[in-house]
Every structure is written in C-alpha cells, then in structure tokens.
C-alpha cells in the first residue's frame, strides 16, 4: 500500500507557475509509474501527466504538453509536477496517483493508489 500526499497548490495569475509535489509513503516508489490527474467542479477527472518506472518516458494531456513537466526522484520518493504559463482552464484540484508496474498509463482509471488533492486556482 502507498500512501500520497500532494502539496504546492495555490492562487495563482494566468501566466504564473506553480510546482506540484507529491510525497509517497508506505512503499517506495521505485517500481511504480507515477500520473498526475485534475479535476475541476461538476466535470469529470482528466489525465494530466504520467512517467514511467525508470523516468524514461513521460506522456501528457494535449491541452498541457509544452507547459507542464512531470519528474521523479525516486531517492527522495516524491513526484512533481512544473506548471509553466498556467491558464485559467488549470483551475481544478491537482491529484497524484501511484500504479505498479512498467507500462505507460495515461488514464486516471489505470492507477491503484491516489492522494488527497491540492488546489490550483489561476485566476484571470
């Protein structure tokens, strides 16, 4: 069992950037693929971001590619995500997700494990 807890969320003005963190416990993440996803109010969770078990291959969201980053540092066992030049459409709450395994997963359905949340908000 792997337990996450994002952090870094916050206000932030279009144009802005924000680093998200995810801290895992419980387990090392060593072995798993790590995703981000978001949800904004009244519409369903979207995939965000995902990297694989070695950090070898990453894939986004086309509404995100160019503008987020997603790493890892296994030592450290915690996952990030760079959000560069943020638009009012990023508002939603940002979550980590852990899924075992060596494969590329880039549906929110395809993890086992998921944090709590942080709140992104880009205001206009």
């Known amino acids: 069992q792997v337990q996450l807890v994002e952090s870094g969320g916050g206000l932030v003005q279009a144009g802005g950037s924000l680093r998200l963190s995810c801290a895992a416990s419980?387990?090392?993440?060593?072995?798993?693929?790590m995703g981000w996803s978001r949800q904004a109010p009244g519409k369903e969770r979207e995939f965000v971001a995902t990297?694989?078990?070695?950090?070898?291959?990453?894939r986004y969201a086309d509404s995100v590619k160019g503008r987020f980053t997603i790493s890892r540092d296994n030592a450290k066992n915690t996952v990030y995500l760079q959000m560069n030049t943020l638009k009012p459409e990023d508002t939603a709450v940002y979550y980590c997700?852990?899924?075992?395994?060596?494969?590329?997963?880039?549906?929110?359905?395809?993890?086992?494990?998921w944090g709590q949340g942080t709140q992104v908000t880009v205001s206009s």
């Open positions: 997700a852990a899924r075992g395994g060596r494969y590329v997963y880039t549906k929110h359905r395809e993890y086992d494990y």
């Open positions: 419980g387990r090392t993440i060593s072995n798993y693929a």
């Open positions: 990297i694989t078990w070695g950090g070898g291959i990453t």
